[in-house]
DNA sequence: TCAAAATACATTGCATTACTATGTATTTTG
DNA sequence: CAAAATACATAGTAATGCAATGTATTTTGA
């Protein structure tokens, strides 16, 4: 069971699918970092890295998708809290059509 | 519409997502490249390119996923034939429960 | 008490894979 | 008879998940 080629699947179906999960995560709520990855564990069956987590956020926020800013705590280390843009938003909206139209075929491939 | 970062992320989504799709289309039927080319056009919204579906094949058959056949044209170019192995049909059961999985918790989140 | 685990951020370099461009060759179509 | 379609293939580039590594603080459990 879930042999080395599966597990390289796996990691190659990420690709994509974290960027499209984590906007969804973020569209009715901000999060910070830390609490995006429990929110991924919570909600999917993914595992994902830090160092997987926090370039991709970069990303995101390179192609304007979401914003960020700092929030102090009263003790421990800030957090860095993402919030989607207007544009994460219209974008988002795009991808999940895409998605839908994508896993309508495959569901039928399933049968 | 369509914007650049859509149009990256829809080439990110294919990694793996292909490779999926083409074993289940080749899970009741032999196929040659081109013809699965035609295959997932009809079947999928996915545009697959030449220079994608021959490697990806090629690494299919490397791993021990499908075996392929040469088969003699009465006229015309040579065809090769591929097709799912023991191991190529029990890896794709596996990789259907992820799929269900992670497409069960994609649907969540989009509500 | 104090070491380990958890929390919280981040970067570097490697491995993997889709895609463009390019190449060869035959057959069908307008 | 030229263009498009059929049919295979590869080299090089771009993009991204992940292990490894680093810093720092707080909580937990033995």
Same mark, same amino acid.
């Given at each position: ?7 390289? =699947? ?8 974290? $960027? ?5 995560? /973020? ?16 909600? +999917? +069956? ?13 990303? /995101?926020?390179?192609?304007? /998708?979401?914003?960020?800013? =700092? ?9 860095? !809290? !993402? ?6 938003? $219209? +974008? ?5 059509? !895409? =998605?839908?139209? /994508? ?9």
């Amino acid at each position: 069971m879930n042999s080395e080629f599966v597990q390289k =699947w796996q990691s190659q179906v990420k690709k994509g699918t974290l $960027a499209f999960i984590l906007l969804n995560i /973020l569209k009715d709520n901000e999060f910070y970092g830390y609490e995006l990855m429990e929110q991924v564990r919570k909600f +999917t +069956t993914i595992e994902i890295a830090e160092g997987t987590l926090y370039p991709l956020m970069n990303r /995101l926020k390179k192609e304007g /998708l979401v914003t960020s800013k =700092w929030v102090e705590q009263e003790s421990g280390i800030p957090r860095k !809290y !993402y919030q989607l843009t207007e544009t994460g938003v $219209a +974008t988002l909206l795009e991808m999940r059509v !895409y =998605w839908q139209n /994508l896993e309508t075929s495959i569901q039928k491939l399933l049968k």
